[in-house]
C-alpha cells in the first residue's frame, strides 16, 4: 500500500516522538513562548471563518492533517476526543482542538465539519486556499509534503508534521508540543495545567 522507504520514514519518526513524550510528560511541559512563531490566522469552518482570536481566553490544541489519512490523523482526533471527555463542563468550555486540513481541493469546509463530528463537538475542522494553508504551516513550523501514492485509494499521501501544537489563553503558541505517543489522560493533566494558568 505505502512504499517501504516512506513505512521505514514513519517508523522512524514514531519510535523517536513516543521516546520524547515520555521525557516531556514525565519532566513537565514549559509554557514558553516560541519567538517569532504563531500567530493570528483566519480559516473557514462549515459554519463559516473562524479566527484564533475568537478563542481567546481558550486552550486551544492545533493538529494538521487530512481526512483521508489512514492512521495517525483519525487516531490522534480519537486520543484528543477521550481526552475531551474526560475534561469536566466548566474545563470543555475553555477547550478548543482545531483540525486544520492541508488537503482544501479534497476536504471542504462541509466534509470537514461532518469528519470532526464524528469525534467530539470541541474539534472543529478548518481549512482554506492551499496560500493560507502554506503561510500558516510555515508560521507555526509545520512540515508536510504531497506525494503520490498508488497504493492509496485516492491516489496520494501527506506526510506531515505529527504533533498536536498547544496556544495558550492569551493566543501564544507554546514551545510544548503533544507527541503522537500520549495518551488522553497525559492531554488531560498538560491541559489542565494550562486552564489553571490564569486562575
Known amino acids: 500500500m505505502y512504499s517501504k522507504k516512506w513505512l521505514t520514514s514513519l517508523a522512524l519518526i514514531l519510535v523517536c516522538q513516543a521516546a520524547l513524550v515520555t521525557s516531556v510528560f514525565a519532566h513537565g511541559i514549559s509554557t514558553q513562548e516560541i519567538a517569532g512563531r504563531g500567530g493570528e490566522f483566519t480559516l473557514q469552518s462549515s459554519d463559516g471563518p473562524i479566527s484564533l482570536e475568537h478563542f481567546r481566553g481558550n486552550v486551544v490544541l492545533l493538529f494538521f492533517g487530512y481526512t ?25 468550555e475553555r477547550v478548543t482542538a482545531l483540525f486544520v486540513s492541508l488537503d482544501p481541493d479534497r476536504d471542504t469546509p462541509e466534509l470537514l465539519g461532518k469528519y470532526t463530528g464524528y469525534f467530539h463537538p470541541n474539534i472543529i475542522g478548518v481549512t482554506d486556499r492551499i496560500e493560507v494553508i502554506d503561510q500558516i504551516t510555515e508560521n507555526y513550523g509545520i512540515e508536510y509534503e504531497k506525494n503520490e501514492s498508488a497504493g492509496s485509494p485516492i491516489g496520494y499521501v501527506f506526510n506531515h508534521t505529527l504533533d498536536i501544537l498547544v496556544i495558550d489563553q492569551q493566543g501564544r503558541l507554546l514551545e510544548a508540543r503533544i507527541k503522537p505517543a500520549a495518551s488522553a ?6 491541559v489542565r495545567t494550562q486552564l489553571d494558568e490564569n486562575q
Open 68 to 92: 483521508s489519512c489512514p492512521d495517525v490523523c483519525p487516531i490522534t482526533l480519537s486520543v484528543l476526543s477521550s481526552a475531551f471527555s474526560k475534561l469536566e463542563a466548566q474545563e470543555l
Open 185 to 190: 489522560e497525559d492531554i488531560v493533566a498538560y
